[in-house]
């Protein structure tokens, strides 16, 4: 901690480095979150590129081998109709990656015009906001996303629209709180005094200077909605058969949990490993770029 | 934050060690051995002269226990040990033997039945069980309508003063005799009087319970009625004065629903229930290997079949319907999803029953044929389509969706592209009856083993909105199926269902999939359980050694 109080003391007094360069800086210095990005990227690269390159077909069945262990023809063996563990598996890293980022973004932007609306107008427009959000929060999420996907019908595109809608809180608090803050600054106050339009003062001002805590959120949510669209998946809630979504594999392989586990293991692996490396991502995002740790 | 780290890791190798149980179980098997040992242990204890309690774990509860009002197999599993019926099925078959009746005589133009009941016989409240009681429950039936009593209408025609009701009378000529006479013959009477919802009824006890009679049966049978709660358990206790001497072996058969198979299979593995219904194909094996379990067949009356609704484009079309027979990979589907121990079915009717017609040719796996037949029908592009595929496993049927996703991807190598769709399953059952569906997954358990009970019952425009649910409809087969049931002689008939297939086959109102062979499994300290058919057994003779 001390230390790195006077390695960013350093980086202040140099004054060469722009607030991104210096928080990337920050985030080098924490192994695990680098680690943690590495495992990000490798799966944005398995999601875009490893499509390209898997030998075997995804929903192509073979009945005749199914259920084979990993073997050197299939390295992580095959799934109850004869398809391909791993091909599937690079194509549901696509799935969820798509699913958790546009999810996030979707959140991300509902809920940080929300929570400006929320934190700049104060009053009743943040009294009927912030009730909002607080109604959403009282459900437990996964029972919002179900709910909400029971209305809308079960598909793919509607269990990442669920997602989306249970997320918007979370970023709208966020925004809100930050908002509430900037508000009171000398540089808000002094274009207010000049007569500068709410529009503007809002989104070139106020906006990007509230972007670093949406950032941190963002990267840990995604984490989140990946688990979620999982969970609506094995519930049937979400990505419909023969999508290789990873939640739905791992419902789908659960009769053979005994007599096939790598069915079971290597997407719940999958699952698992994402996850961790956005949260390891987002963790070290966060030292790096909360301004408490700059003093 | 530092605490976010450590907890990271202490998660991944919590989960790390999750992983290495899981792969230790694969030869771990002398671990499921143990508890194997424990449960038999427990049952032993039964022998000691303490009471003899087999617990049966089944996938359902059952809808009432007033047999006639209802058709599902779960609560015929359970009437079944409380109440008997005039004529009994076999012990592993569907032909007829002496149940209450001891005796039975049929007229030559087959119109009239005198039964000779047995003497000496008492319902489990008292009542004596004897001519008049036979005649209440006739006259109780006769006298209701299809939604109170739906099986008694669909066997015999009709109620009370209908034209197509079959039975004319039912009198007492005698304190133990009872002479039925008919409006006209039918062929499978005395098959259809052995059957679970024609289980005699004490008059006495129907009279005092009234509408509540379904929640305090009482009968003849093996079994008396204790306590039922809903959707957990339902219990029966031995009847001392049951009829059979020396039965029922056991002192009380508790019935528990246990909706998903491998729970059920996990408590019985725990000595939690003593037989289990409904065993998925896949575990078959496994439990085969394992000492301390019995792997039960039950004798295959059944079939597994893709309906495809008739009234709906672009169904509506034999040359489609024959597309998608020829289509579908049956030989495949039966190899991976019911492990083999199934039949791949091209008849309604599986190949025990009597009158099946053995020289048709089953539509072949053949994918070119099936686009040329599209071709014809002017859909050479193929077509979308709503797949039904059932939400819960059923005997004909262990796992309709992945049945479902075979089809899916058969289908789409002819370009037709198909959406899985599943419903709750009295939702799913509703919409098929009511034609919404494009094409969905069913099946069918006889009931009596007589063609008709599939043949009339599942194809013929009589029962189009409620067993038939495909809408197809045929005059000449209509003909054919009304022929074969007032036909008495055994060979005509035969042949009446013959030429029935035949034209079921060119029409191809379905794709019939399996026959398959349900599972089931016990401890190895189960004895004398032989499954029926029928899919309803009674454990009168079953024992705990």
């Known amino acids: 901690m001390s230390q790195s109080a006077v390695e960013n003391k350093k980086v202040q007094s140099d004054k060469v480095a722009g607030p991104w360069k210096e928080a990337w800086r920050g985030f080098r210095k924490s192994k695990i979150a680098v680690v943690g990005m590495g495992i990000v990227i490798f799966f944005i690269l398995l999601a875009v590129f490893g499509p390209l390159v898997t030998m075997q077909g995804i929903n192509e069945q073979n009945l005749p081998e199914r259920l084979l262990p990993p073997s050197s023809t299939y390295w992580l063996g095959t799934d109850d109709f004869g398809r391909d563990i791993l091909s599937r598996i690079v194509h549901g890293a696509r799935i969820s990656l798509w699913v958790g980022f546009l999810a996030v973004v979707g959140s991300a932007l509902m809920g940080s015009l929300l929570g400006i609306l929320a934190g700049y107008y104060g009053r009743w427009v943040d009294a009927v906001i912030s009730r909002i959000f607080d109604i959403m929060l009282a459900f437990p999420s996964i029972l919002l996303a179900i709910a909400v996907v029971s209305v809308l019908g079960p598909s793919l595109r509607n269990a990442l629209i669920a997602i989306a809608i249970i997320n918007i809180p979370n970023f709208g608090r966020l925004i809100r709180s930050k908002v509430l803050s900037i508000k009171e600054d000398e540089y808000i106050m002094s274009a207010k005094a000049i007569g500068m339009k709410d529009n503007r003062i809002l989104f070139s001002h106020i906006l990007p200077n509230s972007m670093a805590p949406v950032i941190v959120q963002g990267t840990l949510a995604i984490a989140t909605a990946i688990i979620e669209a999982a969970a609506l998946g094995f519930l049937g809630l979400g990505a419909q058969a023969p999508a290789p979504e990873w939640g739905k594999m791992l419902a789908d392989s659960r009769p053979y949990l005994t007599n096939a586990p790598w069915t079971m293991i290597f997407p719940g692996l999958a699952i698992m490993l994402t996850v961790l490396g956005f949260n390891l991502m987002g963790d070290g995002l966060r030292d790096a770029l909360d301004p408490r740790m700059k003093s | ?545």
């Open chain 2, 1 to 545: 934050m530092g605490n976010r780290k450590i907890f990271s890791l202490a998660f991944l190798l919590l989960l790390l060690t999750l992983l290495l149980f899981a792969c230790n179980n694969d030869d771990s098997a002398d671990s499921g051995t143990d508890t194997g040992t424990d449960s038999g242990d427990t049952g032993d204890s039964g022998d000691s002269g303490e009471e003899k309690v087999l617990v049966f774990g089944r996938g359902g509860d059952s809808v009432s226990l007033d047999p006639i009002t209802v058709t599902d197999g779960e609560s015929f599993k359970v009437t079944k040990n409380i109440f008997d019926t005039l004529i009994n099925f076999g012990e592993q078959d569907t032909e007829i033997e002496p149940g209450l009746a001891t005796d039975w005589e049929a007229a030559e133009d087959g119109l009239t039945y005198t039964l000779t009941l047995r003497e000496g016989v008492m319902f489990h409240d008292g009542t004596e069980f004897n001519a008049d009681a036979v005649v209440a429950n006739f006259e109780r039936w006769a006298g209701g309508d299809a939604d109170q009593f739906p099986y008694y209408g669909s066997m015999f025609g009709g109620f009370g003063d209908e034209d197509g009701h079959v039975i004319e009378s039912v009198t007492a000529t005698g304190d133990y005799e009872v002479e039925f006479k008919l409006k006209r013959p039918q062929a499978p009477f005395l098959k259809n009087l052995a059957m679970s919802p024609f289980g005699i009824a004490s008059p006495t006890a129907v009279e005092a319970a009234g509408d509540s009679f379904g929640d305090n049966p009482v009968g003849t049978g093996p079994f008396t009625f204790v306590d039922w709660s809903r959707n957990d358990s339902v219990t029966i206790e031995k009847f001392d004065d049951y009829w059979i001497e020396d039965e029922p072996k056991l002192d009380r058969v508790i019935f528990r629903s246990i909706p998903d198979n491998s729970a059920r299979l996990n408590a019985l593995l725990s000595g939690e229930i003593d037989l289990a219904d409904g065993i998925t194909p896949s575990d078959g094996a496994t439990i085969e290997g394992d000492d301390n379990l019995q792997l039960f067949e039950r004798p295959s009356m059944n079939v597994g079949y893709l309906g495809m609704t008739v009234t709906r484009e672009p169904f509506d079309d034999p040359l489609v319907r024959q597309a998608m027979n020829h289509a579908i990979d049956k030989q495949a589907i039966v190899d991976a999803f019911f492990e083999g121990r199934a039949e791949v079915a091209k008849n309604p009717i599986p190949p025990v029953i009597s009158g099946y017609n053995d020289n048709i040719e089953g539509y072949e796996y053949d994918p070119d044929r099936a686009r040329e037949l599209l071709a014809e029908a002017g859909l050479p592009d193929g077509f979308d389509m709503e797949l039904y595929a059932m939400p819960v496993p059923r005997p004909y049927m262990p796992d309709g969706q992945k049945v479902a996703e075979a089809i899916q991807s058969n289908l789409a190598d002819i370009g037709v592209n198909a959406e899985i769709v599943s419903f709750e399953w009295a939702t799913y059952l509703e919409k098929a009856a009511n034609g919404e569906a494009d094409a969905f997954l069913l099946g069918w358990t006889g009931d009596n083993g007589d063609a008709d009970n599939f043949l009339y019952v599942l194809l013929d425009q009589d029962n189009i909105g409620s067993n038939n649910y495909t809408y197809y409809e045929n005059q000449a087969l209509h003909d054919l199926l009304i022929a074969a049931q007032t036909e008495v002689d055994e060979d005509v008939r035969n042949d009446l269902y013959m030429q029935a297939q035949e034209i079921i086959h060119e029409d191809a109102p379905w794709v019939p999939l399996a026959h398959s062979t349900p599972l089931l499994a016990g401890g190895s300290n189960v004895v004398d359980f032989k499954p029926h058919p029928t899919g309803s057994d009674k454990l009168s003779a079953v024992d705990l050694e």
